[in-house]
């Protein structure tokens, strides 16, 4: 365990926002979570506020310095648990890579994370937002994960009806509400992450995109190594890769409506994009109610709208946290003016 002062953090946010931590602590095993909450400055750095949970940083807009104590998650760890005629249950630990430890699946012979590759972030991160492109969520996969309470020092585990699965939501992201709160945000530091990977595998194609890779490959059958090869390159395609410019990905989750909510806005914009999905409800694609308001390409300061995808905000160069959100919250009231749609922001400020 390294607990470090005074830590810049533009490392550690895929947005490269600057900023800095008051305390970080580095957490490489479970061991040394329960060492640090046993330390004498235990009581003092979160006497004020809960620690802060940082993963990948991929999901993460920061605001200004941190001044709660920063526990970076560390924890590395790839294996097998069990292989049956049913499927196999693989885990990962929370400090590992996530497209890293998909493609890690795929290389063992284990298909199933293949829709979820190059999802910048950490495997202990992927629960929090369950995670989800081209036709899979995370939960579709999700077995179960450990962690420890930061309240009480003690480990417990999580199946996926524990976790309380939503669109880009679960228990994690959601506050306590007292000792015997349901919300998990600042109190679970997640350890490790299984996932169950049926067997026989059946391909997840039902995409837009996907389907265009087929007609133009003319490969009707493709395996998930051919899947995941497609995803990566409608990725890279559509997305800024955050080493070069800095971004969180997507910045809105996509909204839903009622069918009769989705009759009005095609009335008005019969081009709208939208996916009826299986409860009756339809999703409209946030990145086209952005771009219909003249948003792809502006910026606010330092902060801007991603020329090839408008719902990806990017740091064009010296961005603060306070651009970024300001963009954000310009970008809201244009939609709700013209669409009468509230855009709900996927990232974490801090």
């Known amino acids: 365990m390294l607990v470090e002062n005074n830590v810049a953090l533009q490392p550690y946010n895929t947005f490269g926002i600057v900023a800095r931590a008051q305390r970080l602590a580095r957490l490489r095993a479970e061991a040394e979570v329960l060492q640090l909450m046993s330390s004498a400055d235990w009581a003092a750095d979160t006497a004020a506020a809960p620690p802060f949970v940082l993963g990948g940083g991929s999901n993460l807009v920061i605001t200004g310095d941190v001044k709660p104590l920063v526990l970076k998650v560390e924890i590395a760890g790839r294996r097998l648990l069990e292989e049956t005629a049913k499927g196999w249950l693989v885990e990962g630990g929370a400090g590992e890579n996530w497209h890293a430890f998909v493609a890690w699946t795929l290389e063992q012979g284990w298909p199933g994370l293949e829709n979820l590759a190059l ?3 950490s495997v202990g991160a992927s629960p929090v937002q369950n995670i989800g492109a081209y036709g899979v969520e995370l939960q579709d996969r999700f077995h179960s994960l450990d962690a420890i309470d930061l309240y009480t020092g003690k480990a417990f585990s999580l199946d996926a009806a524990q976790c309380g699965f939503g669109y880009r939501d679960s ?18 530091l997640i350890t490790r992450v299984r996932f169950w990977l049926p067997k026989p595998w059946k391909p997840v194609l039902g995409y837009l995109d996907l389907e265009r890779k087929m007609a133009e490959t003319g490969v009707s ?17 559509k997305l800024p890769d955050p080493a070069v410019i800095g971004n969180a990905g997507s910045f809105f989750k996509n909204p839903t409506v009622n069918e009769v909510q989705c009759a009005d806005i095609i009335a008005r914009d019969p081009k709208v994009v939208h996916y009826p999905m299986p409860d009756g409800s339809i999703k409209l694609a946030a ?7 003249g948003w792809k390409g502006k910026s606010v300061g330092n902060a801007g709208v991603f020329e090839r995808q408008a719902l990806v905000l990017v740091n064009r160069g010296g961005a603060t946290g306070g651009e970024v959100m300001t963009l954000a919250k310009a970008i809201q009231t244009s939609v709700y003016e013209r669409f009468g749609i509230r855009l709900e922001p996927e990232p974490v400020v801090i």
């Open 287 to 293: 990145g086209w109610l952005i771009d219909a308001c």
């Open 221 to 237: 059958a493709p395996d998930a190594r051919q899947i995941f090869d497609w995803v990566v390159a409608i990725r890279r395609a």
């Open 171 to 188: 228990v994690f992201k959601h506050a306590p509400a007292g000792e015997k709160g349901l919300g998990l945000a600042g109190r679970a």
């Open 119 to 121: 999802i910048p972030g």
